[in-house]
């Protein structure tokens, strides 16, 4: 199949809002049904592409299509690759885990992209670090300690095969440093658990009392997500098109609470 991958470095706090209250969060984050990994819809994002389009005089309507006639370009919801977790035994880390490396991988598949994938999966609570130093046997990822293994080798190849996504150079040079893989369960903790929540109030504009205090699910700066975009068949003359604009115009804005600088992502199409 025709199509690229965009790679998206979240630059802000990035609020893809759920549209419904599921949990004691007045506003959680979208999530996936089935592994409740944060996730950002695809017609959330195809909406944010097509604002940005519009903004440089595409040619919206057939890019992306309007109500009765379908788009040249399918957009594919942003799935979520690197977590940054918070290490009291050192800077953040970039988390992942072997399910989502995998899924990358049958991802690239589908437009015809090459990957790796895990076969073995770390064990609980072990974690796959590219190397150890003297006094790093045990990890801790927020509250929990993880046993180091150093991979090298794995370490590199994972990073190397996703190093692309990411628009920085001196983002993608830290990326082994950082990159620490877990076992699949014990990353959906994180993933369902680790997010950032802000708690935010609005003020009576004349006793200054609030009157509204709510709590909003974000997911942090330098998460990364990538989607796939598809061209339908004899459309690719739209797909090029969109993909070199993207090219050069880098920066995207998705979700809500753009006026306080949120959902700021920075892409990379391959």
């Known amino acids: 199949m025709n199509g690229y991958i965009m790679g998206m470095l979240a630059e802000t706090s990035i609020h893809p809002g759920a549209g419904q209250v599921y949990s004691v969060i007045d506003l959680p984050v979208a999530r996936e049904a089935t592994t409740s990994y944060p996730t950002i819809p695809g017609?959330?994002?195809?909406?944010?592409l097509?604002?940005?389009a519009r903004q440089e005089k595409l040619e919206v309507n057939k890019i992306f299509g309007i109500e009765d006639s379908a788009g040249a370009v399918s957009v594919a919801d942003a799935r979520l690759l690197l977590l940054p977790i918070?290490?009291?035994t050192g800077h953040f880390r970039w988390v992942t885990c072997p399910y989502l490396i995998n899924r990358f991988y049958r991802d690239c598949q589908l437009i015809n992209k090459t990957g790796i994938t895990i076969d073995k999966a770390p064990s609980s609570h072990e974690a796959v670090v590219a190397s150890v130093r003297d006094q790093e046997e045990v990890l801790f990822l927020e509250e929990y300690s993880f046993k180091t293994k150093p991979d090298p080798e794995l370490i590199e190849q994972v990073a190397n095969n996703i190093s692309f996504l990411i628009h920085h150079e001196s983002v993608r040079n830290e990326l082994k440093h950082r990159l620490v893989i877990i076992r699949d369960e014990d990353f959906s903790y994180f993933a369902q658990y680790g997010l950032p929540i802000q708690s935010r109030n609005r003020l009576d504009e004349e006793t200054k009392k609030s009157i509204g205090l709510w709590q909003?699910?974000?997911?942090?700066?330098?998460t990364v997500f990538y989607t796939l975009l598809m061209g339908r068949f004899g459309k690719e003359r739209e797909l090029k098109e969109l993909v070199s604009f993207l090219s050069q115009s880098r920066y995207l804005q998705v979700g809500g609470n753009e006026t306080i600088g949120q959902?700021?992502?920075v892409t990379e199409i391959f």
């Open 216 to 222: 909003e699910e974000t997911i942090p700066p330098d």
């Open 50 to 52: 097509r604002d940005k």
């Open 43 to 48: 017609s959330s994002l195809k909406g944010a």
């Open 263 to 265: 959902g700021w992502f």
């Open 86 to 88: 918070r290490s009291l």
